[in-house]
């Protein structure tokens, strides 16, 4: 199975702050991953799709970028509401596996 | 508008089995491509298994296999998981998850309690 290496597992920052969240792939899995937010109590909302492709209606300040094993997932500007947690997800090979995740927290 | 309706909360004793449904509001079942999520408390997201749409094919993540059984009511919209043999640590958040672009619908999520 392939396995998906995310850091941090956990961050602090402020409003206004640009965050970098990587995923590292065991094997290359071209551009097959998505990126998801997380609050607490809610299912996951996707963010990014193919890598890159930011969802419709998620904020621009949300972008993707990578290919193959290394992957990253950027919040320009950090907002009151993006305090939450954030996993990556490749489903390029089955089994289909999940980073472990990052808290965003002040 | 998509919609996935999952069945209410459920509490297990260890042993027992667990058969949870996800209802498709808002489209067909038969377009889509149904997955499982879990999520144990305090824990991260693990995918359980889904339908491969190359051949309809439901695939399981090894740790789960002989244990979970994917279905589908075509004639309903509804798909459901059903996990046997549950213990313990099987205690999670159970979610349906699918769409168009990687999972871009999800289920509100169904709690499974293993206790004895």
């Known amino acids: 199975a392939i396995q998906m290496t995310q850091s941090p597992s956990s961050l602090s920052a402020s409003v206004g702050d640009r965050v970098t969240i990587t995923c590292r792939a065991s094997q290359d899995i071209r551009y097959d991953l998505s990126w998801y937010q997380q609050k607490p109590g809610k299912a996951p909302r996707l963010l990014i799709y193919?890598?890159?492709i930011t969802q419709g209606g998620v904020p621009s300040r949300f972008s993707g970028s990578g290919s193959g094993t290394d992957f990253f997932l950027t919040i320009s500007s950090l907002q009151p509401e993006d305090f939450a947690s954030y996993y990556c997800?490749?489903?390029?090979?089955?089994?289909?596996?999940f980073g472990q995740g990052t808290i965003v927290e002040i | 508008q998509v919609q996935l309706i999952q069945s209410g909360a459920e509490v297990k004793k260890p042993g027992a089995s667990v058969k949870v449904s996800c209802k498709v509001s808002g489209y067909t079942l038969t377009e889509l491509s149904m997955h499982w999520v879990r999520q144990a408390p305090g824990k991260g997201l693990e995918w359980v298994g889904g339908f491969d749409p190359e051949d309809g094919e439901a695939i399981y993540a090894q740790k789960f296999q002989g244990r979970v059984t994917m279905t589908e009511d075509t004639s309903a919209d509804t798909a459901y998981m059903e996990m046997s043999s549950l213990r313990s640590d099987d205690t999670a958040v159970y979610f349906c998850a699918t769409g168009w672009n990687a999972f871009d619908i999800w289920g509100q999520g169904t709690i499974i309690t293993v206790s004895s």
């Open positions: 193919a890598a890159s």
């Open positions: 997800l490749q489903d390029s090979n089955y089994p289909w596996t």
